[in-house]
């Protein structure tokens, strides 16, 4: 049997960089919890017969997070041979806490004191020796990311897994709950394995269900250990878990006296920096600064040259596959299909990578050097009075870029509720393939107003924090806020291979996967709008999709936009929302906007464009739903919720706006009104408590 070791540690410990360097793979570096929910097992360099598994990272082993609960499945099921514990130097309290509770699993404990280097910078003495006498391991000093220590840290790792001996733990607490442990533990010690023996004892004394239930203690020992608990518990009034967070506190506080002697705080370049970063008045602007900037380096100035450059190299490209496919005799319609249907759709998505790989370079830059973590914080002051978290934030920003990408940044949200939440609203904002739309309807109806595209904006942004409000307030989404853990990591320079590692993953999950999609997509849509049912090729009005979308369209009437060619131009939309004008164009024929007048009310056509705005994405971005989701029925859940939306803003709107233009009151002046009151009481009725 070869030796297995656990890397186990805080988020943002450096544990990913550490697992790369020890065993020369290349895992996603960053804080993207989401990403390491499993573990990762590797070989190390230097001991081909030694496994090294990469937990997620955790800051206890509660039972609370998903994360937490794979890593002590994974520590109690699979038992290693010995855990590094990576301790964040330039953290070390909040780090400890775990180490005294991974000390307390059985395993032998080595800790790599990590971003040593970031300590020795600012200052900061740690008295190494004493530390480690005081905590029961070994200490190897670390710094993953200049891989330094790395070598004696594995041979000393390597040979403490060989001893096979068992560790119960340093950390004791006060004399009245040691003396409550040690009757728990007589009483437990025939039901566990003997190796966990403090752990469970601990965890016992926590009431932790999920321990309690995996015991099958008897009702007599159940009872006798609640009466030892209880006594506790009215000593100190405090509930045993509480009691014991403390107590671990209390014991690290006393030891960080004793070896941690720190620098003077806000006199290093990185906190003077992160003092102006994080002020109270100027974080915000600055912060909106930078990203205008980000916004228009990555889509104004290299957008506009590099979209250019992409469809014109699309278009040729086309047209070389064109007289080839022509050359060789293909069936016309195939032709057809092939050029006009699949390269021109997929052409459409590639032409936005260039600068989508800049946009991803400056995010990633901004991430790996600890920007992006500050800035979640400051939000969650905002967004916390929403029912969402700070990290919602991100990606409904980079959504205003692309959905996408937007989605795919969700997985900085640790709670899972929100995040679903955060997965379920993030394309509400308009994204850029929407703004043709909103520039086709201000220009053709409403004279260009600039009103039209603030109101899309604001309205996109009120739905988002409407919805974290109503679906917070439902049982399947009720949560306490999560606290804002979120270890603000040191600023540093940025790693050119962790940077060029989140580029090349976020680039090649868009071509990936909204290539196949889109390539699928687009040859369905070009196949349903130019064949009749009875497979003819035929005028588009004839064509499959025109029926389909006669029979669709009365549900849009009350929104509207009854016609066939509105609902066709939105069903396109979810294949590529920048579909939606240019189906518009083909199915009415005009060569001016204005045109539209002919068609649309203005309170229609407003309620056209809302409802494209809020309603299902496109399926590139239902696509990231369902990876960033993992089940089908959240994902269809979310689809369907973003419909409802979108149809009830519409209805509100159009109906109302018909009256206020003089239309007389009926049955669709009913529903509109009876959906705003059931969206106000969604909005203000109690929350469902989910201790009851
Ligand atoms: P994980 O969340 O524990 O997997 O941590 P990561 O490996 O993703 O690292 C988090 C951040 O800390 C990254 O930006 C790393 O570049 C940085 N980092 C990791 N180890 C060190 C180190 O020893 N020194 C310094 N200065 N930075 C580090
Ligand atoms: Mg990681």
Redesign the pocket.
């Known amino acids: 049997m070869g030796i297995s070791i656990a890397l186990a540690?805080n988020?943002?410990?450096?544990?990913?960089?550490?697992f790369n360097a020890l065993t020369g793979s290349a895992q996603y570096?960053?804080?993207r919890p989401g990403v390491?929910v499993e573990h990762t097992t590797g070989r190390l360099k230097t001991h081909k017969d030694v496994d090294l598994v990469d937990l997620p990272?955790i800051y206890s082993l509660s039972p609370y997070t998903a994360e937490e609960v794979v890593s002590r499945d994974y520590l109690l099921d699979e038992h290693p041979d010995a855990i590094i514990n990576?301790v964040d130097a330039s953290n070390i309290e909040r780090n400890l806490y775990l180490t005294t509770q991974l000390c307390e699993v059985g395993f032998p404990v080595i800790i790599a004191l990590?971003?040593?280097?970031?300590i020795q910078k600012n200052g900061d003495r740690i008295d190494i020796p004493k530390l480690s006498k005081l905590l029961g391991c070994e200490i190897v000093e670390?710094?993953?990311?200049?891989e330094t220590g790395l070598e004696i840290l594995c041979e000393k790792a390597v040979r403490l897994a060989k001893t096979k001996k068992h560790f119960h733990g340093i950390c004791r607490f006060s004399p009245m709950i040691e003396d409550t442990l040690r009757k728990i533990q007589e009483l437990i010690l025939p039901f566990c394995e003997e190796v966990h023996m403090r752990w469970y004892t601990i965890k016992v004394f926590e009431r932790d269900e999920r321990v309690l239930s995996s015991l099958k203690l008897s009702p007599e020992i159940r009872n006798t250990i609640d009466h030892l608990i209880a006594r506790c518990e009215r000593y100190y009034d405090d509930e045993s878990d509480s009691i014991i967070i403390n107590e671990r506190y209390i014991w690290i506080t006393n030891i960080i006296s004793k070896c941690v002697v720190r620098h003077k705080a806000g006199t290093t370049p990185a906190e003077k920096v992160d003092n102006i970063m994080t002020n109270r008045i100027f974080a915000l602007p600055l912060f909106i600064l930078i990203m205008c900037g980000v916004y228009y380096i990555s889509i104004q100035l290299v957008g506009n040259i590099t979209t250019e450059w992409m469809e014109t190299l699309v278009a040729w490209f086309g047209s070389g596959v064109n007289a080839f496919l022509s050359s060789v005799g293909t069936a016309e319609w195939l032709n057809a299909l092939i050029v006009d249907g699949i390269i021109s759709g997929v052409g459409a998505v590639l032409t936005f990578i260039p600068q989508l790989m800049i946009l991803f370079l400056f995010l990633a830059l901004l991430e790996?050097c600890g920007y992006m973590a500050r800035i979640a914080f400051i939000m969650d002051r905002i967004f916390r009075k929403f029912g969402l978290s700070g990290k919602s934030f991100i990606p409904l920003l980079v959504a205003s870029g692309c959905g996408v990408p937007g989605i795919m940044s969700c997985r900085t949200i640790e709670s899972e509720t929100d995040r679903k939440i955060t997965v379920m609203v993030t394309t509400f904002v308009p994204c850029g393939a929407k703004l043709p739309i909103i520039a086709l309807i201000s220009g053709g109806i409403f004279g260009n107003s600039a009103l039209i595209a603030i109101s899309v904006y604001f309205i996109g942004i009120l739905m988002v924090f409407m919805s974290g409000v109503i679906l917070k307030k439902t049982r399947s989404f009720a949560s306490e806020p999560a606290p804002f853990v979120m270890e603000m990591?040191?600023y540093?320079l940025p790693?050119t291979k962790?940077v060029a590692l989140h580029v090349w993953d976020d680039v090649r999950a868009f071509v990936v996967k909204a290539g196949t999609v889109i390539f699928v997509g687009s040859g369905i849509i070009w196949l349903l709008s130019n064949f009749s049912f009875a497979f003819q090729l035929v005028d588009s009005s004839e064509s499959m999709l025109a029926y389909i979308g006669r029979a669709i369209a009365p549900v849009f009437a009350p929104l509207g936009f009854g016609h066939w060619e509105a609902t066709v131009a939105t069903l396109t939309g979810i294949v590529a929302k920048e579909n939606i004008v240019s189906s518009l164009n083909i199915l009415y024929t005009f060569d001016s906007p204005a045109f539209l007048q002919n068609i649309f009310t203005a309170p229609g056509a407003y309620a056209f464009l809302i409802f494209n705005m809020l309603c299902s994405p496109c399926v590139a971005a239902i696509a990231a739903i369902s990876k960033e989701m993992g089940s089908t029925k959240d994902t269809l859940f979310a689809i369907a919720y973003q419909t409802i939306v979108a149809y009830a803003v519409a209805l509100i709107i159009y109906q109302f706006g018909s009256l206020l233009g003089g239309a007389s009151f009926g049955a669709g002046s009913i529903a509109a009104a009876l959906v705003l009151l059931l969206s106000l009481w969604l909005l203000f009725r109690p929350a469902h408590n989910k201790s009851k």
């Open positions: 540690g988020p943002n410990s450096g544990k990913t960089t550490m570096v960053g804080n390491t990272g990576l990590n971003m040593i280097d970031v670390t710094s993953a990311l200049k790996d990591p040191a540093h790693s962790n």
